[in-house]
């Protein structure tokens, strides 16, 4: 069996990584993907592994959210071993760093500070409900004694907690050690190439075209390409329709000589339309102080390949006020862009499709890297034709659109999320007229979007705005 594996992020190795595990000597696996990896989400990302740190309102709604936080959970138990296996073991001795995880560590603070809005606390207040509800361990901390937070006074916090099991990890270090372990087994080998088509022939997908022309054939083809699954699909003219994946726009920074070490990810709960701030210790072998701070989110029909002034200037500016004000003049050694594959309605696409021998691992939005050690498993099970819970046929990749949300229960959604961005990014009302004018503003203009589109008993996701207002969602 020859499997061919379209792209080189996180998702396409991983999978590669597990499937070898029970992968007949005669078969093998060949991954393509150009090195240079121009958008990769996998090397954006910080890379926190967090369940918990990621809870809100949302989160156990409806079986769909359920089912990822479940696999959150699941992915977050089988980290370790998968470090341990593709790291060889070996490695983790050579690292300079106590943490039990190669180029990264255990342990996330949780602030929640007064820099956006009330949606802050609501969220904070169900990450502990969660941590107890699921007994986990975590612990209230004086926000003085966080190592490496000195905030600007406006911006401190008052409460904070320590959550013992929530970890990051160097991404760039995974990809290095996947692709070493990879390259050490011969029966993978790697293209240094991308993919311009797929060529399907009757109902059977049938080889691959190179950007320089070289034609690759296979028997399983695995398209992990991140965000532009739907545009290659489009230009191959693939005969199957799936929930348009975009590219979700993040940008992140890594700072060197932050002035004061952190030794752990400190960050805030999620926040309207985006994941609030961050800041992680990225660790490397030959690495001295250096830090990882994010994130930007922009959902966008098409590639973005430069950040834009706007998102650079306020993820600094929060960075230095709400994590570090002595970081003002640390050195920003790197500006990280990269594009989570986000699907229409914001679910993952993992499985087969109705065109023989094509497979799609898509969509995993922002915390595709956390799932990888769950999801690999998940996909070199579907590849080898073997059991998977039928629960995750849920996400299958030619369904119709996940809807979880009525029309009102969306509006409110995005209301408040709306609201929290506008905090974000300075809104200072002065008088309550003013913050309850903007907040009916957004409201009428959101029922007027849910007319527009025909949403009546369905809900537009947050995320989806704006691709809705402009018409990139068929509906
Ligand atoms: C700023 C930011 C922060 C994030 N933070 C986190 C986090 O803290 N924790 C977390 O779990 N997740 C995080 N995420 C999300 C996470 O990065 C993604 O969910 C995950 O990396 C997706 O992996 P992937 O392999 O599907 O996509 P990618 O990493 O984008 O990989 C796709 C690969 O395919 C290659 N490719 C593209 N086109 C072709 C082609 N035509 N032929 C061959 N190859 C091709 C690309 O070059 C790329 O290397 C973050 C994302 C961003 C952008």
Not at 80 to 108: C, E, M, R, V, W
Request: hydrophobic share 35%.
């Amino acid at each position: 069996m020859h499997y061919i594996f379209i792209g080189n992020g996180i998702i396409s190795l991983s999978t590669a990584f597990r499937l070898l595990e029970n992968l007949s000597s005669s078969s093998k696996i060949t991954i393509i993907g150009a090195k240079e990896r121009v958008g990769s989400a996998t090397l954006a990302a910080a890379a926190m592994l967090n369940s918990f740190c990621e809870v809100d309102e949302d989160t156990f709604s409806n079986k769909y959210n359920k089912l990822r936080f479940e696999m959150s959970i699941k992915a977050t138990d089988l980290w370790p071993a998968f470090i341990k296996k593709y790291s060889q073991l070996k490695d983790i001795q050579k690292t300079k760093h106590p943490n039990p995880i190669l180029d990264g560590g255990l342990g996330t603070y949780l602030i929640n500070n007064t820099s956006a809005d009330s949606y802050d606390d609501e969220n904070y207040n169900l990450i502990i409900k969660a941590l107890k509800k699921y007994d986990q361990p975590y612990q209230p901390v004086e926000p003085q004694d966080i190592p490496g937070y000195y905030p600007n006074q406006k911006d401190r916090t008052n409460h904070a907690i320590f959550i013992r099991n929530e970890g990051w990890i160097n991404p760039n270090s995974t990809i290095n050690s996947l692709e070493q372990y990879l390259g050490n087994d011969g029966r993978v080998d790697f293209v240094n190439e991308n993919v311009k088509f797929l060529n399907q022939r009757n109902n059977k997908l049938d080889h691959l075209t190179l950007v320089s022309g070289k034609k690759i054939s296979g028997d399983k083809f695995l398209l992990a390409s991140g965000s532009n699954v739907t545009d290659l699909l489009r230009d191959s003219k693939i005969d199957i329709t799936i929930p348009r994946i975009f590219y979700g726009v993040g940008v992140s920074v890594l700072i060197s000589n932050p002035k004061e070490y952190l030794s752990n990810c400190i960050r805030t709960p999620n926040r309207g339309l985006a994941c609030g701030i961050y800041a992680s210790p990225f660790m490397s072998r030959d690495s001295t102080n250096k830090v990882v701070a994010g994130a930007t989110n922009l959902i966008s029909p098409r590639p973005i390949f430069k950040p834009r002034i706007v998102e650079v200037q306020s993820l600094l500016e929060n960075v230095k006020n709400q994590i570090n004000l002595k970081m003002y003049n640390s050195e920003l050694e790197k500006i990280n862009i990269g594009w989570r594959p986000t699907s229409a309605d914001t679910y993952p696409l993992i499985g087969p499709t109705s065109v023989e021998g094509l497979y799609i691992a898509s969509g995993t939005k922002r915390d595709g890297f956390h799932q990888a050690p769950l999801l690999s498993k998940i996909l070199s099970s579907m590849l080898s034709g073997e059991k998977v819970d039928k629960k995750y046929k849920w996400f299958h990749p030619e369904r119709n659109h996940i809807r979880t949300l009525t029309r009102e229960q969306a509006i409110k959604k995005s209301v408040k999320h709306l609201m929290s961005a506008s905090y974000q990014h300075g809104f200072s009302p002065g008088l309550y007229t003013t913050e309850n004018k903007l907040r009916n503003k957004y409201k009428d203009d959101l029922e007027k979007l849910h007319d527009d589109v025909g949403a009546i008993n369905w809900g537009i996701p947050t995320d989806m705005l704006e691709m809705y207002r402009y018409n990139q969602i068929k509906y």
